[in-house]
């Protein structure tokens, strides 16, 4: 598609802008002040399930220099920080004692953004499991982790909860259940991926429910936060748009990724129709007793349903889809939607094999999610674009934000689409998981052979701060 003018124009006064990060792929101290083990701590120690047998044990030592990364985002005139709680830091074994250490960090680190008129908004869980819930349980497959959530959440909202007004339960669940339990490359590393992925995202989904209810009941009230979930998406352009086929293939593809999560908690505690149509008759076909897509219980419907004050949402690329029947020998999440996707060779590529740049996927994403529930309010909760080099003067990334940030202005001003806020992924380069420290997402250059972890703005960081200090697009700029 070609580019599409710039639009100059203003987001709303009270827009949000802000940077994102994962407690795992920044924090280190991974042994440090009491914090249990996670399954990211277990799985980085296996060898061969990470590119270039790196962890995160270090990784940018946020544990040590939070301080030096509230002033990055200081100097850029960021409002926001989206950072996730280690919940091995808070409770080592997942339940029961609490670490008085891990809480301190997180004290520490609040009060710094709160010092410096940064608003924190913090993630729960960001994929870092303790390990001892895994252990003793299966984890994500055992129904008992909604109880297990929900006591973690309760300690979060208890101990956070004065200076912490916004909550995000899960960070994309669609990945925890696809990568850690389908595909198995990412932890817990196991594989199952036309039946394991869906035990995994039911739970994830009770337990999400389970601690906002908990918010909801008993905190909301005195301390006046609201919380929601944040889920990761790619458009899906049907391959004609104006072939009826197309466009179904389209929704189908929407309703099994962005709906699998959002349809049951932003709509009518269910599945979307597409799916437990499909996956009810596959699963038969293929000689299971039962569904292979769990069954919500109506009392866990009603729990589930409108348990999130707003929708997050992660959008990085696009692909084009079209009707493609699978063999109902393929028991698999990817065959049960008999739908196509393709990403188009025309499209620019990145760092990430699966990330091609497509700025006007994200308005159409805005948009469907927006008219498919209810006109939420929504903050773009992840945004960007990786390299392998590390180059400080990344002008692909400052296209990149460029093109993506106007397309969320358009959804905003020409849609009406209730976009609230944008935190860019990511403050600085990483641990981007299986893919260890080869693909850079950051704002900032980390220098990972420095034991003090220098930090050096790049040129985006500079673009990305005239956005905020404009709040949208002025006429003359210069960069791409």
């Known amino acids: ?98 670490n008085q250490e891990g809480i301190d960090y997180y004290n520490a680190l609040i009060d710094e953004l709160l010092a410096n008129d940064i608003v924190p908004a913090v993630t729960l869980y ?41 909550w995000i339960t899960l960070n994309e669940p669609k990945e925890s259940s696809l990568q850690g339990h389908g595909s198995g490359t990412m932890a817990p590393g196991l594989q199952g991926i036309g039946t394991l992925v869906y035990m995994a995202a039911h739970n994830l989904i009770r337990a999400h429910a389970r601690a906002y209810r908990a ?33 179904e293939a389209s929704n189908a593809h929407l309703n099994f990724n962005l709906g699998w999560f959002a349809h049951a908690i932003m709509k009518d505690g269910k599945y979307p129709e597409v799916m437990r149509t499909k996956i009810d008759e596959k699963s038969a076909q293929q000689g299971f007793e039962e569904s292979r897509l769990p069954q919500f219980t109506e009392e866990e419907s009603a729990m589930i349903a409108g348990s999130s004050d707003f929708l997050g949402m992660n959008f990085y ?12 020998e393929d028991v698999s999440y990817y065959a049960d939607p008999d739908v196509g996707a393709i990403q188009d060779p025309n499209w620019y590529g990145a760092g990430s094999s699966w990330l091609k740049v497509t700025p006007w996927g994200i308005r159409e994403a805005l948009k469907w999610a927006s008219m498919e529930y209810g006109q939420p309010d929504i903050y773009v909760t992840e945004n960007g674009f990786s390299d392998r080099l590390g180059n400080l003067d990344d002008l692909q990334r ?37 893919m260890g420290y080869t693909e850079k997402f950051g704002l900032h250059s980390v220098n990972m052979t420095d034991p003090d972890r220098a930090r050096t703005p790049k040129e985006s960081a500079f673009f990305f701060s005239r956005i905020i200090q404009e709040n949208g697009f002025v006429e003359n700029e210069n960069n791409c």
């Open 398 to 434: 400052v296209y990149y934000y460029k093109h993506y940030i106007n397309q969320v202005l358009k959804a905003v001003k020409v849609d009406g689409v209730s976009v609230k806020g944008y935190y860019a992924w990511s403050l600085m380069d990483n641990f981007e998981w299986a």
């Open 215 to 247: 918010y909801e009941k008993d905190f909301a009230a005195s301390q006046g936060g609201k919380c929601g979930i944040t889920l990761n998406v790619n458009w899906a352009e049907p391959r004609n748009p104006d072939d009826a086929a197309d466009v």
């Open 126 to 166: 960001h994929w870092d499991l303790p390990q001892a819930l895994q252990d003793q349980g299966q984890g994500w497959l055992n129904p008992d982790v909604a109880d297990w959530f929900e006591e973690y959440a309760r300690v979060c909202f208890e101990e956070f909860g004065d200076r912490v007004k916004f």
């Open 1 to 98: 598609m070609a580019e599409e003018p710039l639009l100059f124009d203003h987001f709303p006064e009270d827009f949000i802008w802000g940077s994102a990060t994962a407690a795992y792929q920044v924090e280190g101290g991974w042994n440090e002040g009491g914090k249990g083990v996670n399954i990211w701590d277990t799985f980085t120690k296996v060898e061969g399930n990470i590119i270039d047998g790196s962890s995160g044990d270090v990784a940018c030592d946020s544990y040590h220099k939070y301080k030096e990364d509230v002033q990055m985002m200081k100097n850029l005139g960021m409002q926001s920080y989206r950072f996730s709680i280690s919940w091995a830091r808070i409770l080592p074994l997942g339940t029961g004692e609490r």
């Open 317 to 328: 690329t696009s692909n084009i889809v079209y009707p493609e029947e699978s063999n109902i």
